[in-house]
């Protein structure tokens, strides 16, 4: 088992920058993945930004540019960096991890980020 703690959410206005961090219960240098997905209300949750055990990372189209994805082993962290948020950056943010053996996913509760002036 694995938990997850997100926080950094909230309000921002237009323009504005978050970083949000997302806390595992256990090391995450052997996690096979670990992301951040979101949701918006009415819509599906979609791909934020992923990064592999070999830090590689992928970003969803509407956010390349704009946010980083990190991770630092030592503290079980990774971090969300948004910049040049927008309207349809509102949305509750998920953190994720897959672990390296099974592939089991685990997800956190998520953390709310409105985007408003």
């Known amino acids: 088992q694995v938990q997850l703690v997100e926080s950094g959410g909230g309000l921002v206005q237009p323009g504005g920058s978050l970083r949000l961090s997302c806390v595992a219960s256990r090391s995450i240098f052997s996690m096979y993945a670990m992301g951040w997905f979101r949701q918006a209300p009415g819509k599906q949750r979609e791909l934020v930004a992923t990064?592999?055990?070999?830090?590689?990372?992928n970003y969803g189209d509407s956010v390349k540019g704009r946010f980083t994805i990190s991770r630092d082993n030592a503290k079980n962290t990774v971090y969300l960096q948004m910049n040049s948020l927008n309207a349809e950056d509102t949305a509750v943010y998920y953190c994720?991890?897959?672990?390296?053996?099974?592939?089991?996913?685990?997800w956190g509760q998520g953390t709310q980020v409105t985007v408003s002036s």
């Open positions: 990064i592999t055990k070999g830090d590689s990372t």
């Open positions: 994720n991890c897959v672990t390296d053996y099974l592939r089991v996913t685990y």
